[in-house]
């Protein structure tokens, strides 16, 4: 099972002091928020987490989550690593040292930023496998930010295949791209799914965007950092721009895989 722990773009859902329709709707029904991105993997009694997002406090007791057995993180961006902090807090106290598995460049920056975190780090080898309990993870490295590495996962799971990579702005070879077409289910990068409204390098957007996605020939796509506060209409409207396999999963969405 995969719980989408957040699922919201880097200023969340609803954004602080913004009195818009939709950050309104947002601070008054708990189901239209969105918190940073981390999603969680709960298959014979383990539970893997990817992404420390910097909201992981409330996710884990929001979600009940007792304890995890492994934690993996794409790049040190901050609503992807900054919840280290709250984890190193839960090791002091209950003295578990939970694996965290992070690139080269991930590791550099914790080391520089936060010195006195004291974890059980591993860096991953790209296209290695790393098997836990019938659970199968494969790093990929991703094309998206210049100043840090950037990786997406591959998750296998007996014949089931899930890819995880929710930031992104391509492929660095065709060998990646071909061990990550048809997953059964694909949790992307979606924060500009319909056109870009800043100026970003660091992601595709809008038409190359969905082309890409498409082209991965998943069964399923999951669309990760998609803000009704910046395009100004409700997921529902959202969607009816999009191909009808694709889906914006809301905080809290527990899907079978």
């Not at 990929?140 to 930010?145: A, D, I, K, N, R």
Request: aromatic share 12%; glycine share 6%; charged share 25%.
């Amino acid at each position: 099972m995969i719980k989408f722990l957040g699922t919201g773009d880097p200023l969340g859902m609803p954004v602080i002091s913004c009195k818009c329709h939709y950050c309104q709707i947002a601070c008054r029904n708990k189901t239209r928020q969105r918190l940073r991105p981390s999603i969680l993997l709960q298959e014979n009694n383990v539970n893997i987490l990817f992404d420390i997002s910097p909201d992981i406090r409330i996710q884990l007791l929001n979600a009940n989550i007792k304890g995890l057995s492994r934690i993996f993180v794409t790049h040190a961006h901050f609503d992807h690593l900054y919840g280290i902090v709250d984890l190193f807090q839960l090791n002091y106290i209950k003295k578990v040292r939970i694996p965290i598995y992070v690139n080269r460049d991930t590791l550099k920056f914790i080391k520089k930023y936060y010195p006195w975190i004291n974890l059980k780090f591993i860096v991953y080898k790209n296209s290695k496998k790393y098997k836990f309990n019938g659970i199968e993870v494969i790093p990929l490295q991703v094309e998206h930010s210049k100043k840090f590495t950037t990786n997406g996962f591959i998750i296998r799971k007996e014949k089931r295949k899930i890819i995880y990579f929710p930031d992104f702005k391509n492929f660095t070879n065709k060998s990646s791209f071909n061990l990550s077409k048809k997953a059964d289910t694909a949790i992307f990068d979606g924060q500009y799914i319909l056109g870009k409204y800043i100026k970003d390098p660091e992601h595709l957007g809008g038409k190359n965007l969905i082309k890409i996605i498409n082209k991965l020939d998943a069964r399923k796509i999951f669309l990760m950092g998609v803000s009704e506060h910046w395009y100004k209409k409700t997921e529902e409207e959202i969607l009816k721009y999009l191909p009808k396999n694709f889906i914006i999963p809301r905080d809290g969405l527990a899907i079978r895989v």
